[in-house]
């Protein structure tokens, strides 16, 4: 089945810089790759996906790339503010969705 | 507009009791989905529906676990003689018959004593 890994597992930046987080996933057959912001209490919050036939998606401060060559796919939040401080998953899918295990981001003021 | 709602958002219980949760999708949504999560980690699939129907169930959902969607709407997932290592985040989602965009709930947080 698939195995979706993540890194890094804990990320400290400063306020306006920019974060990346990172994942690969095993299986060839996955398509779609969506990435969910999840706070202290809550549900995950979808915030950005990727189909697997687009390399690069842009929305505002972040954006997805994809290489399907590689099997990775990474996020990029461009000017992070503290309210981007959470933990970020990647899930990918392929006949049902697997998440990775997650990277809590601290933004620093 | 209403998202995907859980109830309870919290559950306090004791090792052996049953436990019921119930999920209201969005509701143009046939697909609803059943996730657990424990500290640290993602969310782990344990089964999902479409419409009414149960397509799929998880390793992980023993015999102890029960979901069910009646009328294609609500679902509910009962946990029966719980364990302290069923302690966890419960999280519904829904989705259209795609499967992909999955929307959460807010979850349930069970502690079993």
């Known amino acids: 089945g698939e195995n979706v890994e993540q890194h890094p597992s804990t990320l400290s930046v400063q306020e306006g810089d920019s974060a990346v987080i990172k994942c690969t996933y095993s299986?060839?057959?996955?398509?779609?790759f969506p990435w969910y912001k999840q706070e202290l209490g809550k549900g995950p919050q979808l915030i950005i996906d990727?189909?697997?036939?687009?390399g690069e998606k842009k929305d505002q401060r972040i954006a997805v790339t994809l290489n399907k060559t590689a099997k990775h796919f990474s996020l990029h939040i461009t000017e992070t503010q503290p309210e981007d401080s959470a933990v970020y998953f990647c899930?990918?899918?392929?006949?049902?969705?697997?998440f990775g295990a997650g990277t809590r981001l601290t933004v620093k003021p | 507009d209403t998202g995907v709602s859980q109830d309870p958002r919290h559950k306090i219980t004791k090792r052996g009791q049953n436990v019921t949760f119930r999920c209201d999708p969005i509701?143009?949504?046939?697909?609803l989905y059943w996730y657990r999560q424990t500290l640290g980690q993602g969310p782990e699939f344990l089964t999902y529906?479409?419409?009414?129907?149960?397509?799929?169930k998880s390793r992980l959902l023993s015999d102890r676990f029960s979901a069910e969607r009646p009328k294609g709407s609500f679902s509910t997932l009962e946990i029966q003689r719980t364990e302290q290592g069923d302690s966890a985040m419960y999280l519904c989602?829904?989705?259209?018959?795609?499967?992909?965009?999955?929307?959460f709930g807010p979850g349930t947080r069970l502690l079993v004593l």
């Open positions: 989602a829904s989705s259209l018959d795609d499967g992909e965009t999955q929307y």
């Open positions: 299986d060839s057959a996955s398509n779609y």
């Open positions: 990727i189909r697997s036939n687009v």
């Open positions: 899930a990918a899918w392929a006949y049902g969705m697997r």
């Open positions: 509701s143009e949504h046939n697909r």
């Open positions: 529906f479409q419409n009414e129907a149960q397509l799929e």
